[in-house]
């Protein structure tokens, strides 16, 4: 709507047309609440302790984790390699250019991410192979269950949803903003990191 209200504009501006319909208080975009949960430190910390056999789920947790502490999107999380890991003054960093806004970010490690890297030490890439992002969502919601992520009343939407049946790929994102700004860290250090905008988004 947005895009058709732009194009409109553009041609009333250029003469094309002389329809204000567009303009119209009915046609327009509304925004939404997003309805998304977040994982504590605490029940991040969990899913990481968890014992687990399968080497599947094994690797899913890892990343999953990793995303956790680096707030980095999946389809970016999801492609770290060891060429992604650098040294900063004497500490361990994570560098990448993003896939959907193409801007360099640097992102702090801390004990746990440095753990899933000495874990990966000897693989070429440096943290597992990702599955698609669908499967992805299928195995975290099965690792989160096994981790006993069973709460319910998170889900704003669905207030009878255990907790490990709301959570995504994108739940690590949300959980690394959520709790880095509730810890008191400047919203705009965090912005350069998360690439939000705003302190809203």
């Known amino acids: 709507i947005r895009q058709i209200k732009v194009v409109m504009q553009e041609g009333v501006d250029m003469d094309f047309t002389e329809n204000m319909k567009f303009k119209h208080k009915k046609f327009s975009v509304t925004g939404t609440e997003t309805d998304a949960v977040a994982l504590n430190e605490k029940e991040i910390m969990k899913v990481y302790r968890t014992e687990i056999t399968n080497k599947k789920l094994d690797k899913v947790r890892d990343l999953f984790v990793f995303g956790c502490f680096t707030g980095l999107r999946f389809s970016d999380y999801s492609r770290v390699e060891r060429k992604n890991i650098v040294d ?23 004990p746990v991410i440095l753990e899933i890297l000495k874990k990966y030490e000897s693989s070429l890439t440096g943290l597992p192979k990702a599955l698609s992002n669908q499967k992805f969502n299928d195995y975290v919601k099965d690792l989160c269950k096994l981790s006993g992520l069973t709460d319910k009343g998170r889900l704003s939407s669905n207030l009878n949803k255990e907790l490990w049946e709301c959570i995504s790929s994108h739940t690590a994102r949300g959980a690394f903003c959520t709790n880095t700004f509730g810890s008191g860290f400047p919203g705009h250090d965090l912005m350069e990191i998360s690439r939000h905008r705003t302190e809203k988004a």
């Not at 004497?90 to 970010?105: R, S």
């Open 88 to 110: 900063v003054d004497g500490q361990l960093m994570i560098k990448i250019t993003t896939q959907k806004t193409a801007e360099d970010v640097i992102v702090p490690t801390n």
